[in-house]
Structure formats: C-alpha cells, structure tokens
C-alpha cells in the first residue's frame, strides 16, 4: 500500500505543474497560489465537519501547525513564487530536489531512528544530478536578483523539509486531515495579504473557465488530496523516503508537458530520468537497520 501511495503522489505532484501552467495565463502567481489553499481550505473544512474529524485542541498541536503552516505554505510557497520571477522554471525544480537532502539533515536531529548512511547521500545525489540533467539547458543565473532567487528556492526547500520532519516527529496523533487544514489555516494569511497588496482584488482577475478549472483542480487534488496521502505516508515510512517525492515530481511534469503541452521533450531527459530512477531504488530498496523494522514493521 506504502509504494501505491508513494507513486499516486509522484504523479499527483507532477500534474500540477501542468494545471498551474493553465492558471497562470489568466491569474497572478500569488493570489494564484491564495486561491488555491483558501478553496482548499473551505472544501476541507466541510469534510472535517461531514466525518465529525476532531479538531486540534491543545496549545502544543497547534503551536505544531503555526510553525509547520509557516514554513511549509506562508515560507516555501513564497519564495517558490517570488523566485520564479528571475529564474526558470526549471532551475527552480532543480534547487527544489534539494528537499530530500535537507530532510536527511532535519531527519539526523529531530527522528534519531533515520539514520544517516553512504547509500541515502548517494541516492539523493543521483536524484539532484538527475533533475539537474534534465534542466540543464536552464540552468544559468543571469544576475544578481537571479542569484537571490536560487537562495530563495534554497530556503523555502529548507523549511519545506523541516515541516515534513516537524511533521512527522510531533504530529503523529493528529489526523491528516486537521494537520493539512490547521496547517494552511496559519499559513495562508500572509500569502492572501502579499497577494492582495501586490497584486490587487481578487474581484478584478481574469477568471476564465480553465482558470476555475485549474484552482479547483489544485485545491482539490493538489493539495487536499495529495496532502492528505502524503501525511498518511508519513507516518508509515521514514521521511526521506516519502521526500523523495521531489524528486521524481519534475520527471512527471516534464512528461505531462510534453504530452499535453506539446513541449519539446529533450533528449538528455531519458538519462536524467534514468538517474532519478537510480536514486529512487537506491532508497527504497536498501536495507533497513533493525530498529527501523521494528518501527514500521505494523505499517509495512
């Protein structure tokens, strides 16, 4: 069931490129990005309320959800928007496959279980170098404003990380669904500001059918959905395995691109997409230390 999880996220996470793509010719990024989690966030609060899933009640649960909400919805998404301004969009997945290698970090301090060994830094090397193979004709900084946009994506993919580890290290006796919805109700608000005094009233946008289309579709999908799986596969691997996620994510969207977009597939995107693959068997298929087994062993 792990595996089945793990590969419906990949392809999940590797869709929305294509649907923020759609978005995007009508909407302003950011308020793109606001309407996405406010929609997501209404829908997920009726179904909290539907299935009677108790909220969190404690000052420690939702100090959780302040701090991983910041890092991983108001920090991350903002630096991944504000960036994309000054960087392709390629060398922004590039910089974002770092995610796995800060969670082995955030993992070594917070879940002493995860270990760190030779076999995962190969792994994630494989992967980067993978994603860096398939991107590679946009990988060049121009200036200044391009190198902060690198140290951007950097730091959002650092709290990023830090969140799922945070997650998974503290909140593992909340449900999915009230982590997720806590989560994007502390971390939406600075996103809905910058948004609205940057780019205007939402009143005023272009919103187009496809435009719809694409929040619900990320609303409901993109975030609900794959949130909601991702915290269930959270609890049940280590978390950078499940971080490997971004890892193969690109590769999808590349994919997708070409068979929806009509995008120029490249031919280094075979070998790239070779390592990727390299790197993902690496970490799925090594062998565990004993303590892990035993920590997993219901859940496998």
């Known amino acids: 069931m792990n595996i089945i999880v793990w590969l419906l996220l990949c392809v999940i996470w590797g869709t929305t490129w294509f649907f923020i793509k759609v978005g995007l010719r009508d909407l302003p990024p950011i308020s793109f990005a606001g309407a996405r989690f406010v929609s997501a966030c209404l829908i997920l609060l009726a179904v909290i309320w539907l299935q009677k899933i108790p909220l969190p009640k404690t000052k420690r649960d939702w100090t959780l959800l302040a701090v991983t909400g910041f890092l991983q919805f108001s920090f991350n998404y903002s630096m991944v928007f504000w960036s994309e301004q000054y960087i392709s969009s390629g060398l922004a997945a590039v910089l974002q496959a770092t995610i796995p290698a800060f969670g082995l970090l955030m993992a070594w301090v917070h879940l002493p279980q995860e270990r760190i060994t030779w076999q995962k830094i190969v792994a994630i090397i494989l992967g980067v170098i993978g994603v860096a193979t398939i991107f590679v004709e946009q990988l060049h900084v121009n200036d200044l404003m391009a190198f902060a946009g ?94 490997t996620i971004a890892l193969v994510t690109p590769l999808v969207a590349v994919f997708v691109g070409a068979i929806a977009l009509d995008e120029k597939f490249l031919p280094q995107t075979y070998f790239g997409g070779a390592l990727i693959l390299a790197s993902v068997c690496l970490t799925a298929f090594r062998k565990r230390p004993k303590i892990v087994d035993q920590d997993y062993q219901a859940a496998d």
């Open 150 to 243: 690198c140290v951007a994506i950097v730091a959002g993919a650092f709290a990023a990380a830090e969140a799922s580890v945070l997650t998974k290290s503290f909140g593992a006796s909340l449900h999915p669904a009230t982590l997720l919805f806590g989560q994007m109700v502390c971390g939406l608000l600075p996103i809905m500001l910058v948004g609205f005094f940057k780019e205007g009233s939402p009143l005023n946008f272009q919103w187009t059918t496809s435009a719809v289309f694409a929040v619900l579709y990320l609303a409901v999908v993109g975030t609900i959905a794959a949130f909601w799986l991702y915290y269930w596969l959270l609890q049940r691997v280590e978390s950078t395995k499940a971080m």
